[in-house]
């Protein structure tokens, strides 16, 4: 199976600041990577597709970026509805695999 | 505008079948280009891709589960199913349906229903 590891596991941050957290497979994945972000008690809300592309509905504040084996997700300004957990997803092997998740709590 | 509701026994005793649905509603299931999907969250924990059914009836599953795991159709209902049997603690979680779609990606979600393993 394709391993998708996350990291920070978490972090501290205030309304405002901008953050990138990223995601790394365990091998290339073209641009199949998603990512997902989960409230407390709710199904996880897509954000971003094929590594950058922006789902309908969601915020222009959130960007994904990169290829191969290396990914990044950015909130350019933090907003109080972000604190949140984020997973990415890899889509490009059958077996569809999650990273473990970064969850972002206020500073 | 597709909407997923999981629904099932809250419930399972060691060693017993795991049995769970999920009725799609405002699409047939049996339309267009989709995988439907279970995915499962231990409390606390990250998501697990437990299998897929495509529309035609190809499945393919997690092979962690060991063969376990069953997916099916049900077009009469428009509705798809998971049985996961010879379940352990382990397996307690709460677990979501969703549809793949030709992006590669789950959406929509159902809202998730929690499965507890325990006599």
């Known amino acids: 199976d394709i391993q998708v590891t996350q990291s920070p596991s978490s972090l501290s941050a205030s309304v405002g600041d901008r953050v990138t957290f990223t995601c790394r497979a365990s091998?290339?994945?073209?641009?199949?990577l998603n990512w997902y972000q989960q409230k407390p008690g709710k199904a996880p809300k897509l954000l971003i597709y094929?590594?950058?592309s922006l789902q309908s509905g969601v915020p222009s504040r959130f960007s994904g970026s990169g290829s191969g084996t290396d990914f990044t997700l950015t909130i350019s300004s933090l907003q109080p509805e972000d604190f949140a957990t984020y997973y990415c997803?890899?889509?490009?092997?059958?077996?569809?695999?999650f990273g473990q998740g970064t969850k972002v709590e206020i500073k | 505008q597709v909407q997923l509701q999981e629904s099932g026994p809250g419930l399972v005793k060691p060693s017993q079948t795991l049995s769970l649905t999920c009725p799609v509603s405002?699409?047939?299931?049996?339309?267009?280009?989709?995988?439907w999907t279970w995915i499962r969250q231990p409390a606390g924990k990250g998501l697990e891709w437990i299998g897929r059914?495509?529309?035609?009836?190809?499945?393919n599953y997690n092979p962690s589960l060991k063969s376990r795991a069953t997916i099916s159709l049900d077009t009469s209902k428009n509705q798809f199913s998971l049985k996961l049997n010879s379940v352990t603690a382990a397996d307690t979680a709460v677990y979501y349906c969703?549809?793949?779609?030709?992006?590669?990606?789950?959406?929509?979600w159902g809202q998730g229903t929690l499965v507890t393993v325990s006599s």
């Open positions: 969703a549809r793949e779609n030709d992006n590669y990606v789950f959406d929509p």
């Open positions: 091998q290339s994945i073209s641009t199949y």
């Open positions: 094929a590594a950058s």
């Open positions: 997803q890899q889509s490009y092997s059958t077996t569809r695999t």
């Open positions: 405002g699409g047939s299931i049996s339309s267009g280009s989709y995988y």
């Open positions: 059914i495509y529309t035609s009836g190809t499945t």
